[in-house]
């Protein structure tokens, strides 16, 4: 499927067991920043940070002043495991980094 015009295609997998039984993921932003394909605005929704877990995503996005970050808890499908959703809103490349 091609882009329209003015939209990049990107499509970034990382499949995680529902055992949690795999390593987190290394951020997957970084190469999507070095190469300027994040716009403010672009919006990064990540599934299943706490089970699993992504710690190196949430660290990067939460340590970052060019991302708003908002938690969203929810279950495991099909199970009592409390999970979440992180919304990762990029601001753009200007806004300053945290010290």
């Known amino acids: 499927m091609e882009p329209l015009p003015g939209q990049a295609h990107l499509s970034c997998w990382f499949g995680t067991s529902s055992l949690g039984t795999r390593p987190s993921p290394p951020p997957t932003i970084c190469p999507l920043q070095e190469y300027g394909l994040l716009r403010k605005g672009t919006v990064l929704l990540a599934d ?4 699993p877990g992504a710690p190196d995503f949430l660290a990067h996005v939460r340590g970052s002043s060019r991302f708003e970050c908002t938690h969203f808890s929810s279950y495991m499908e099909y199970s009592n495991f409390v999970d979440g959703l992180e919304k990762a809103v990029y601001m753009g490349p200007g806004s300053p980094e945290q010290p």
């Open 48 to 51: 299943n940070v706490i089970v």
